[in-house]
């Protein structure tokens, strides 16, 4: 029988300071609750505005799997691997951080602001070399269907961590309805509503509720609301 774990929006860690407001879905920074540290290898589900021309200066990263996904605005990043990029609303960016890495993150707009995901998998290696990936997707390509955006494989669409992990995100109109499957048993998904109303197994979550499910082969996944959206995680649930 599947289980279930629901975060309400409202219930996520959060801190605003001037610059940076941010949302925590698990434990980070000055947000710690001990029964919101993880959900399997899923570490980190951070929800940022960065005020125009404003970010993260140079910071370390090590034996983690750090995704990047930009929703509005466009995002500067360096890093000590020499990459220099701007990340948009379509990208997806990944940093298998390894061994170690520095990097910085900064709004390259100075007129308006920026908003982001970024999420953190604990990797399934560890000390491997750092490595870089940031790829554009057809945002048209979700709509009213599951577009993977990261998997395990190398060959397969989107960017690929070393993890046994798939994401997906769809867009939907109202009462699209579909089935999800888990793809490796052990697995399980994590759900965040980006916008809109979706009904998951029967379970109504509003715009950025979040809905772990584990013990299951499948979710049912029905928009509520017209272009509802939806970012599905599915980890290994051991660590």
Do not use: C
Request: net charge negative.
């Amino acid at each position: 029988m599947a289980n279930y774990i629901l975060h309400k929006a409202n219930s996520r860690g959060h801190a605003n300071h001037g610059w940076l407001d941010t949302y925590h879905t698990f434990s980070f920074a000055g947000y710690y609750d001990p029964e919101r540290i993880h959900f399997g290898a899923l570490r980190v589900i951070n929800d940022d505005y960065i005020a125009p021309g404003m970010g993260f200066g140079t910071h370390p990263h090590d034996n983690m799997e750090i995704i990047t996904i930009p929703l509005e605005g466009d995002l500067e990043h360096r890093d000590s691997m020499g990459n220099t990029s701007v990340i948009y609303h379509g990208d997806v960016q990944v940093m298998s951080a390894g061994t170690g890495i520095q990097h910085s993150e900064y709004n390259a707009n100075r007129s308006e602001g920026l908003k982001l995901f970024q999420i953190w998998v604990f990797p399934n290696k560890k000390n491997v070399i750092p490595r870089y990936q940031q790829i554009s997707l057809n945002v048209a390509d979700r709509r009213n269907k599951l577009q993977q955006i990261l998997s395990p494989n190398t060959e397969d669409e989107g960017v690929w961590i070393h993890q046994n992990a798939w994401f997906h995100l769809g867009e939907f109109d109202k009462d699209f309805a579909l089935e999800y499957q888990i793809k490796a048993k052990g697995n399980g998904v994590y759900a965040l509503v980006v916008k809109g109303t979706i009904e998951i197994d029967g379970k109504v979550l509003e715009r950025r509720d979040g809905l772990g499910i584990y013990d299951t082969a499948q979710i049912s996944i029905k928009a509520l609301s017209q272009d509802a959206e939806i970012l599905l995680m599915e980890v290994p649930m051991k660590l």
